[in-house]
């Protein structure tokens, strides 16, 4: 697994792609970070002028810590289906897959080598993002646990976007094919949330279900195991689909 690992995170940083996908990720993500930065700063300026300025509760963890927490989530939906495409999908066409299948490796540490590898990924991106925080704990004291739980929230919520991504490429030896698989899979679990909002009854029945409604509530700080239990069964389970896949492919080869 470690040596799949080590072969994931060379193939991603030895291509353009990763660079990219990190490239716009922190440009999209600054200038959110900075127009929400801009808006904090002008309101707090309002509110100190104004004779009630002391009974408005403004603090940059509503205003500027929570939204881009979200923003992130948002993001991972568009970034994520780029970086897992090629992982199973790009083995398939090439005809690696099978050769790896001779190897002395289980099918489940080929699938946990190549998680690991993706979300390492991630987890750079999110390395990059501190100084943002960093930055604005200059400027403002803010509250380290709920930035602490933020990250926490993202980490599990790449995790299981990663292994949906993972399982649909395995399906197929075409990676655009997998990214469509990814984005209709990834954005359907964010559409809960907007028909939850239009239809109560919707709300009752799916609510739970939306990734991103559990990322909001971490992002406050909120950390149960409500949360961690639904990203880790999500992610549990498609990585044991990934290793039926293989299995199934393994078979039938």
């Not at 353009?16 to 716009?24: C, D, E, G």
């Not at 309101?43 to 509760?57: L, N, T, V």
């Not at 907007?194 to 909120?222: C, N, P, R, Y």
Request: net charge neutral.
């Amino acid at each position: 697994m470690i040596a799949i690992f080590k072969r994931e995170i060379s193939a991603y940083f030895n291509s353009a792609l990763a660079w990219i996908m990190m490239a716009v990720f922190m440009f999209v993500l600054g200038m959110v970070f900075v127009s929400m930065l801009g808006y904090y700063s002008e309101a707090s300026m309002i509110a100190a002028s104004s004779p009630f300025g002391a009974q408005q509760q403004l603090n940059p963890t509503d205003k500027v810590i929570v939204p881009t927490f979200k923003w992130v989530g948002y993001l991972m939906m568009f970034i994520l289906p780029a970086l897992t495409m090629r992982l199973i999908a790009e083995e398939s066409r090439q005809g690696t897959l099978e050769m790896l299948f001779t190897y002395p490796v289980t099918d489940t540490e080929i699938v946990l080598g190549k998680f690991f590898g993706c979300l390492s990924v991630v987890g750079v991106m999110m390395g990059l993002t501190s100084g943002m925080f960093i930055a604005l704990n200059r400027v403002v004291s803010i509250e380290w646990k709920v930035v602490a739980a933020g990250y926490l929230g993202v980490l599990l919520l790449g995790s299981a976007f990663i292994s949906f991504g993972l399982w649909a490429s395995s399906l197929t030896s075409s990676q655009l094919i997998a990214a469509a698989v990814t984005y209709c899979g990834l954005l359907s679990s964010w559409l809960v949330v907007i028909v939850g909002k239009e239809f109560e009854s919707a709300k009752e029945i799916f609510g739970d279900l939306s990734s991103m409604s559990h990322l909001s509530e971490m992002a406050q700080g909120t950390v149960s195991t409500h949360h961690l239990v639904y990203y880790l069964a999500w992610t549990g389970l498609f990585l044991f689909l990934t290793v039926r896949t293989l299995e199934s492919r393994k078979w039938s080869a």
